[in-house]
């Protein structure tokens, strides 16, 4: 026993292959002279088809041999109490692919443990906390949670109002940091990378994109070293049984001309391998990018070699962001979801030709938003863009605006802002994943923030990722209502001043999409397909149940794009639902409206833009058409507001130039024009500094001292503890 007035702390991980979240937490505690520290490994067992205990597993052998262990059967947690305890597992008996031994659930360790401290194994960079992840009852009994970030953190404090949240970064990537940097190897040496959540998506598909690669990678004598995720047979035994046999044969079969890595340490693999391949859904991703080594991610929608007539069915389309309302004269200007290009659009022809690309940027996915009009020129809203744009269309003159150190993200990707009003000589912005609402001034080209605001909206944000606004408003004289997508809530927000008041509207399980305003009444579309009647005076609801057909009803995105009123009738126009809806505010009536298009599915997996299938933001032009362009084959969808009447049209891009470089983070997304076999033959890029530095702009303590501030933090809490 450690002497009374040593500090005891306690580390209980289950995966031996799952330490790495921990160790750089154990390295600083057990060089602390002021603690008593053990390394506990716990049993788990899979889950059987029937959800009880199948196989039980015990990986005390499998730890690092230089980490000291001790037996679980020899740590009596209630003779022990230890100060302070460290878990990377907190779903107790909600995970439906293992579960660690009831003993050692969060409840039962609670009992006995002063503070309890989960540091998520997924934790390295995501963008986001996975909603399925922060969301546990079990999160109940832990006092501390690490984010790796502060955007994380403002995430688990939705689902996780208990628990101190300290953004303090993530121990994997100090293990990262750690690697030691070597040059390319002359043969190449690729890490295949796959994961449970797209495994699970796929299913039979993913493992024969998997296959495919293998074939190719065979013919071409390519180097695959194949990390599966460690709970990947665990995962096929206990939910996808189909699969068993032809996930063994491909074990077997990378066995053959290639590595398969099922040893508990990825880091060997990550330093012996010159460029990643596989999941984009995956913490490894994060992680590897830190390396600054490329990496290619897969989409497991798209075939392995796309056919020569998809390709040039795609050559001159892509996916453009367009405000019809700024339309004049039939011209609307647009701007490619795929590459740096600003589009000149008729939107009676669909012919668009290319204003050329924003000066300074790199020719990547995801630049800037729909153009906005400021007085006489075009102003370009950033969203992975390093700057503001502006473009003179009468000159063809560029001129670059700065990122002002307050709009910039505090999640690690979207859009910064996005367009909500014109006022006066301003134009109005609406934070998605900053803090600002911004004010650009047309007459001196000049940016003010505002974000004292801010200060009132952390309790209610779920995921930053799906934005604190959608840029979908409505003014009624100086006062302008945005409604978010976090919870049922319309900021109205006072143009002249700035000052912004939280409304909350019906109750708490609304998340609002669009608003309209019928001259009486406010219409707000509701993410899950509903929608509300909301007078901003009596504060009177009513809800619309639409009983729409969402078209991935497992994922998290919006059922409407947009709420628009026309014609004497409110729309609602489809994002993740099928169906476009229209009411008769009168009479209260709602009625579908066919749109020609088939949303079940994509018109083929190449067309892969965003989760939605339907339509983007619907804009009323200046003749009163209402227009949209469609994902599902990035062409323009116009309705008659008088009659109903839908009219698609096809894009057409002249002169599209499409260069096969990497994405906003940094990454080779897998396209029809840059496939897997492309990015195999390549030249491999040499180490990127910029790619590191973005991944490790994303997390606190990015400097590898994110396990020492851990293990301070702890012992700080614990001590100011009063029991």
Not at 73 to 95: F, G, Q, R, T, W
Request: include cysteine; hydrophobic fraction near 40%; charged fraction near 20%.
């Amino acid at each position: 026993m450690p002497a009374n007035d040593k500090v005891e702390i306690a580390f209980f991980p289950y995966k031996a292959s799952m330490w790495d979240c921990m160790e750089s937490i154990w390295l600083a505690a057990k060089d602390d002279p002021a603690c008593h520290v053990s390394v506990v490994p716990i049993p788990y067992f899979d889950r059987a088809r029937d959800g009880g205990a199948a196989a039980i597993h015990y990986e005390a052998d499998l730890m690092p041999e230089y980490v000291q262990i001790t037996k679980y059967v020899d740590y009596d947690l209630s003779v022990i109490k230890p100060d302070v305890a460290y878990i990377h597992s907190v779903y107790d008996d909600h995970n439906r692919v293992t579960s660690v031994h009831p003993h050692y659930y969060t409840r039962e360790l609670k009992k006995y443990i002063k503070t309890l401290v989960y540091v998520p194994y997924y934790g390295g960079g995501a963008p986001s906390v996975p909603k399925n992840f922060a969301d546990i009852t079990a999160m109940s009994a832990v006092d501390i949670a690490i984010a790796d970030n502060e955007a994380h953190r403002l995430e688990y404090l939705t689902s996780s109002p208990r628990a101190d949240i300290a953004a303090l970064g993530a121990p994997k990537a100090d293990k990262i940091l750690s690697l030691e940097k070597r040059p390319p190897n002359p043969r190449k040496v690729f890490l295949l990378n796959t994961s449970i959540a797209s495994l699970i998506k796929y299913g039979v598909s993913y493992f024969r994109k998997i296959s495919d690669l293998f074939a190719y990678a065979e013919r071409r004598g390519v180097s695959i070293l194949w990390r599966p995720h460690p709970l990947t047979e665990a995962t096929v035994n206990a939910m996808l049984p189909e699969l068993a046999r032809l996930y063994e044969l491909l074990k077997q079969r990378i066995r053959q001309f290639g590595v398969l890595d099922e040893s508990p340490d990825m880091y060997p693999a990550i330093a012996a391998s010159d460029a990643y391949v596989g999941d984009g859904n995956s913490s490894l991703v994060y992680l590897y990018s830190i390396t600054g080594k490329p990496l290619f991610i897969m989409d497991f929608s798209l075939p392995f070699e796309p056919s020569p007539d998809i390709v040039g069915e795609l050559r001159n389309r892509d996916l453009l962001y367009v405000d019809f309302s700024t339309a004049e004269n039939n011209i609307a200007w647009g701007f490619c979801a795929s590459v740096n290009a600003l589009c000149r659009l008729d939107i009676c022809t669909g012919r668009a030709e290319p204003a050329g690309g924003v000066p300074g940027e790199r020719d990547i996915a995801g630049l800037y938003l729909a153009p906005v009009k400021a007085g006489n020129k075009l102003l370009l809203t950033p969203y992975f863009a390093s700057e503001w744009a502006l473009y003179d269309p009468d000159t063809a003159i560029w001129e670059k605006l700065p990122i002002l150190p307050e709009m910039k993200r505090i999640a690690g990707v979207g859009g910064m802002c996005v367009k909500a009003a014109d006022y006066r000589h301003y134009v109005i912005f609406a934070p998605t994943v900053s803090a600002a609402f911004v004010r650009f001034n047309i007459l001196t080209g000049e940016f003010e923030t505002f974000s004292e605001w801010f200060a009132k909206m952390p309790p209610y944000i779920e995921n930053i990722n799906s934005g604190l606004f959608t840029g979908s408003s409505f003014a009624l004289g100086d006062k302008l209502f945005l409604p978010s997508p976090q919870r049922n809530i319309i900021a109205e927000l006072d143009m002249r001043t700035m000052d912004i008041n939280l409304r909350f509207i019906g109750s708490d399980d609304l998340r609002f999409s669009g608003i309209a305003y019928d001259g009486g009444d406010f219409w707000l579309g509701d993410f899950r397909g509903r929608a509300v009647r909301w007078n901003h005076l009596s504060g009177a609801v009513k809800i619309f149940e639409t009983q729409c057909s969402m078209i991935m009803p497992e994922a998290p995105q919006s059922a409407f794009s947009d709420i628009i009123y026309s014609g004497g009738h409110i729309w609602l126009c489809p994002y993740g639902c099928k169906e476009m809806f229209r009411i008769n505010p009168v009479t209260e009536e709602m009625s579908k409206v066919e749109l020609g298009l088939d949303l079940s599915a994509r018109k083929s997996p190449c067309y892969n833009i965003g989760e939605g299938v339907a339509l983007t933001g619907m804009r009323e032009t200046p003749d009163k058409k209402l227009m949209a362009v469609s994902l599902y084959d990035y062409g323009i969808l116009a309705v008659d507001p008088q009659t109903a009447e839908v009219e698609t049209r096809e894009i057409f891009i002249d002169g599209l130039n499409r260069a096969s470089n990497a994405d906003y983070a940094f990454h080779y997304p897998e396209s029809v024009f840059f496939t897997i076999p492309d990015f195999i033959n390549a030249d491999l890029p040499p180490y990127s500094e910029a790619q590191s530095q973005y991944a490790l702009n994303s997390l606190a303590n990015s400097d590898g001292s994110a396990g020492r501030k851990i293990h301070g933090y702890v012992c700080r809490f614990n001590r100011d503890r009063r029991d």
